[in-house]
């Protein structure tokens, strides 16, 4: 710590994730569009916890064992496999509410096992449908914190920088921050802040294209709506659950 205030830093794609030392930090496991966003609003709407697998093999394994839906995606499309795909419309309280999620995703779940395996103390899911709460956990706990961005097979991707933007640009005065990547994040926020969707289709945004090509645009505006919910997902025993 420096002048009594914790650090902060942002990692922009998880093949940078090597150069954070994530012993002792408390790591926010971003993947706006969609997983995290569906993580936070599974348990919204009363999912028992979402069980994050690193394979289809194994989500698909682990939702016989436990009884669970089995759901994610590849390339941003259902996993072959899978019946259920990585739109957080398509948990409503009425499908999700007292079941359990067990969620393969092509760059978030894999992100936030490597951070376990990297050492990291706790970690928890963050997305714009839930940044309140993350922001107000974050500024809590008064210790190190790594904002990590799941980005998009290793590529930096606009949407998850500026969540981790939005983060730092409400608690930056909590945190020591010498991290460039950090202060970069917050002005892309400020300058994307006034209206996010639009700034995307402006910028021309990858995987904002990707998605639009498959007809996605309710998923992506309701992605880059802040505080639907006020969950804080948190992982405990290979779940995660309400914090």
Not at 59 to 70: N, S, V, W, Y
Request: one cysteine or more.
């Amino acid at each position: 710590m420096q002048s009594g205030k914790p650090s902060l830093h942002t990692c922009l794609s998880p093949a940078l994730l090597h150069l954070y030392d994530l012993q002792g930090c408390l790591v926010v496991i971003i993947d706006v569009l969609r997983a995290t966003s569906t993580i936070a609003t599974a348990l919204h709407n009363g999912a028992t916890a979402v069980m994050p697998v690193a394979t289809v093999h194994r989500c698909i394994e682990l939702g016989k064992a436990l009884g669970g839906i089995t759901a994610g995606e590849r390339d941003g499309k259902v996993a072959e496999g899978l019946t259920y795909g990585n739109s957080p419309l398509e948990y409503p309280e009425s499908f999700i509410g007292g079941r359990l999620l067990v969620l393969t995703t092509t760059n978030g779940t894999k992100l936030l096992h490597m951070a376990l395996d990297s050492g990291a103390e706790e970690i928890i899911t963050g997305a714009f449908v839930n940044l309140s709460a993350v922001c107000r956990y974050v500024q809590e706990q008064h210790r190190p914190v790594v904002l990590g961005c799941a980005a998009w097979k290793d590529r930096m991707n606009m949407e998850d920088t500026l969540f981790a933007g939005a983060v730092i640009d409400r608690i930056f005065e909590h945190f020591h921050i010498n991290c460039d990547a950090s202060h970069f994040a917050r002005n892309l926020y400020r300058l994307a802040a006034p209206d996010l969707f639009q700034f995307m289709h402006e910028n021309q945004a990858s995987h904002y294209q990707r998605l639009m090509g498959y007809g996605l645009e309710k998923d992506i505006r309701y992605c880059l709506t802040p505080d639907q919910t006020d969950v804080l997902p948190i992982y405990r025993g290979e779940q995660l659950v309400r914090g």
